[in-house]
Nanobody, 122 residues
Framework: VQLQASGGGLVQAGDSLRLSCIAS????????VGWFRQAPGKEREFVAAISWNGGGTDYADSVKGRFTISRDNAKNTMYLQMNSLKPEDTAVYYC????????????????WGQGTQVTVSS
């Protein structure tokens, strides 16, 4: 499966953004998917994950209550709604997919999108 993320941009603290990730190549509904992010000089870290049917989600503690992950299998698309953004949310955001169970571990994911930059100014 191929993934393409979009929706990043430059916003102010407190603003909202919605990231999208569209999949192609294989049946999107077969995959558990997630969002990760990587800030300059830091390791890529888990943000959120959602099960193949949307029935289960996981979030990093740092985004819980502010970010919401969702998916629309009919549109082969997953989303990350980000509210109350903070400067520390600044990073390149990546979408990822795996064919096994939902996971928060980056090395469990086999397929990655190209990333979209999110910059939050204070």
């Amino acid at each position: 499966v191929q993934l393409q993320a979009s929706g990043g941009g430059l916003v102010q603290a407190g603003d909202s953004l919605r990231l999208s990730c569209i999949a192609s190549g294989r049946t999107f509904g077969w995959y558990n998917v997630g969002w990760f992010r990587q800030a300059p000089g830091k390791e890529r870290e888990f943000v959120a994950a959602i099960s193949w049917n949307g029935g289960g989600t996981d979030y990093a503690d740092s985004v819980k209550g502010r970010f919401t992950i969702s998916r629309d299998n009919a549109k082969n698309t997953m989303y990350l709604q980000m509210n109350s953004l903070k400067p520390e949310d600044t990073a390149v955001y990546y979408c990822a997919a795996r064919s096994s169970s939902r996971s928060s571990l980056r090395y469990d994911y086999h397929y990655w999108g190209q990333g979209t930059q999110v910059t939050v100014s204070s």
